[in-house]
Every structure is written in C-alpha cells, then in structure tokens.
C-alpha cells in the first residue's frame, strides 16, 4: 500500500505564510518526482510546483513563482511547499502527487499516480 499524507493547511490573512509538508510511505520507496496541484471550488486541479527526484530541479505555475518553494528533505520522500505573500486566490484544497517512474516533474496532472488526500489552504482578504 502506498500513503502520501500531507499537512500544514490553514486559515492565513492576505500577506501571510505557510508551509505544507507530504510525506510519501508504503511499499514503494524509491524516490520520484512529486508535486504540487491545487484545486479551487468549481475548477479543475491544476499545477501549483514540482521537483525532481534528486531535488536539482523545480517547476512552478506562473502564479506562484517568487512566491512559493518547492523543496525535498535528504531521505527524499517527504516534500515541502514553502508559502509566501498568499493572495486570496491562493485558496484551494492542496493535494501532493507523486510520478510511478519518472525522475523529473511533469505539470500534468496525469503524469502522477499517486496522490494524497488534500489539505486546505484558506486565505482571507
């Protein structure tokens, strides 16, 4: 069985910071690219940032570059996501995902076939 449990979500004013963090466990223990995806009410889920297997290199959606980081810890199977100067838009359910095989991120939400429950992100203008 594999299990990606993300936590960190909340409730932030507008300007304010968090940071979520997924942790990926199971069976399968061979680090992959993950990433990031949001989905907001009645919109579809789409991608927020990425990283490579090895951590070397990042994606992000235009949205969110030089507001949020991406960045995974030594063992490699656990991914933060650095949030700053947060924006009401900014608000949606987070969702960690993470590639079977490949070793660099992807911004398509098929590319990833694992996936964690979500955790809310809520920020408040």
């Known amino acids: 069985q594999v299990q990606l449990v993300e936590s960190g979500g909340g409730l932030v004013q507008a300007g304010g910071s968090l940071r979520l963090s997924c942790t990926f466990s199971?069976?399968?223990?061979?680090?992959?690219?993950m990433a990031w995806f949001r989905q907001a009410p009645q919109k579809e889920r789409e991608f927020v940032a990425g990283i490579s297997t090895s951590g070397d290199s990042t994606k992000y959606a235009d949205s969110v570059k030089g507001r949020f980081t991406i960045s995974r810890d030594g063992a490699k199977n656990t991914v933060h996501l650095q949030m700053i100067s947060l924006k009401a838009e900014d608000t949606a359910v987070y969702y960690c995902a993470r590639r079977p095989f490949h070793n660099d991120p992807s911004t398509d939400l098929n590319g990833y076939a694992y996936w964690g429950q979500g955790t809310q992100v809520t920020v408040s203008s």
């Open positions: 199971g069976q399968i223990t061979t680090p992959r690219a």
